[in-house]
């Protein structure tokens, strides 16, 4: 059986079909909320903000499939969430204070190098710049096409690619060096 494309579950949806939900839902609970965890950082609020994100998805109708692939919308959506909530929540600057402090050698944690791993790449993560943060968890987590990408962000799709190369150069600078935001 094809996969009914998203615009179609949508239409079904606003026509009172509750299964298309469950099925926009299935299709893109986990690389919505990777996207939000890896944003907000803390289980308890991504928990909330996708929730929060499902709801309007069930509610609002100011998607137009005319204006184009629904996958889009969605992370733009769930982009503007997170800023939102990133901006009530911290300041950029305690952000990067404790990315920092969590680079600084010797402080790695315990023995198990595969959590130390992980610590240092976020640690890097939270240490990029938001615009450049949110680059890299939209082509990586969220699965966006450069066009779509750029679409999001009002920018050209060869923006878009040059200012990934960018965040990708000062993230792997981050993780090998274990350098500062400040240097990038």
Known sequence: MAEVPDEELVAALRGGEPAAFDRLYVRYERR???YIRRVVGESAAADDLFQDIFLKVLRDRSYDPARGRFAPWL???ARNACLAAQRSE???ASL???AEAQLRPGEAPGPDARLGDAVRVQAAMAAL???QRQ???LKQLGELSYREI???MGVAEGTVKSRLHAATQAFRRLLTEGGSADEL
């Open 32 to 34: 919505l909320y990777g």
């Open 150 to 152: 750029a679409g999001l």
């Open 135 to 137: 680059l890299i968890l």
């Open 129 to 131: 710049p938001e615009p």
């Open 96 to 98: 990067r204070e404790r």
């Open 90 to 92: 911290r300041s950029q």
């Open 75 to 77: 992370f733009a959506v």
